[in-house]
């Protein structure tokens, strides 16, 4: 069946670097994709989404990017912080009319300072 | 506003237990949905509701039964606990979730089950 998965499992940055985190997807009819941000002990927490109808998309101190082409989204983090440790998860809603989000298993931030 | 709130946080039940876990949301969203996340996972859709009265079966719905009485309250029933359905529980609310319509879920932060 369709699916989203993760490039990498752990990634491990410096504190100040900027972090790239990947995602690739399988449903080539997908319209809408969210990153949220997952810290220990809390629920997912939304970061910033993209409809299909864009490949960028900028919010404060990260950027999305949607390769239709190659069915890859990437989560920039600029000048990370400590703060951002976490697990970040891609999300794609399936294309029913639901609203039906497919998850995929995250990637471990770690930020050392 | 206090968003979507879960109780309760923590649980243990022994094998073959029944109980209840209480989502509620302030945010007027139509949208409701119930998560469960294993270790080193995604989430897993095990229900969700489209407004009162509307339920439906997701990804993983086996052993768990869901009700939608109210716009903001969703909660999702386990009636014989099994040791599979150990887990971290999720609900989560949107304000809508079609095309053309679609909007983040907001996501409280989970009840952690375990099944003994």
């Known amino acids: 069946g369709e699916s989203v998965g993760l490039h990498l499992p752990t990634l491990s940055v410096q504190e100040g670097d900027n972090s790239i985190i990947n995602c690739a997807y399988s449903?080539?009819?997908?319209?809408?994709f969210i990153w949220y941000k997952q810290g220990s002990g809390k629920g997912p927490q939304f970061i910033i989404d993209?409809?299909?109808?864009?490949d960028k998309r900028q919010g404060q101190r990260v950027t999305v990017l949607l390769n239709k082409t190659v069915k890859h989204l990437s989560l920039q983090i600029a000048a990370t912080q400590p703060g951002d440790s976490a697990v970040y998860f891609c999300?794609?809603?399936?294309?029913?009319?639901?609203?039906?989000?497919?998850f995929g298993k995250g990637t471990k931030l770690s930020v050392k300072p | 506003n206090a968003g979507v709130t879960q109780t309760p946080k923590f649980r243990i039940l022994k094998i073959g237990q029944s109980m209840t876990l209480q989502c509620t949301q302030d945010?007027?969203?139509?949208?409701m949905y119930w998560y469960r996340q294993d270790p080193g996972m995604g989430l897993k859709l095990i229900y969700y509701?489209?407004?009162?009265?509307?339920?439906d079966k997701g990804e993983v719905p086996n052993g768990y039964n869901v009700s939608r009485s109210t716009t903001e309250d969703f909660p999702l029933r386990l009636e014989l606990a099994a040791p599979s359905q150990t887990s971290v529980y999720f609900c989560?609310?949107?304000?809508?979730?079609?095309?053309?319509?679609?909007?983040?879920?907001?996501f409280g932060d989970g009840t952690r089950l375990s099944i003994l």
């Open positions: 989560a609310s949107s304000y809508s979730g079609g095309l053309g319509g679609n909007q983040p879920q907001h």
């Open positions: 449903n080539s009819a997908s319209d809408y």
């Open positions: 993209i409809r299909s109808n864009m």
């Open positions: 999300a794609e809603w399936d294309g029913g009319s639901q609203g039906n989000l497919i």
């Open positions: 945010m007027n969203h139509n949208y």
């Open positions: 509701s489209v407004g009162a009265g509307i339920t």
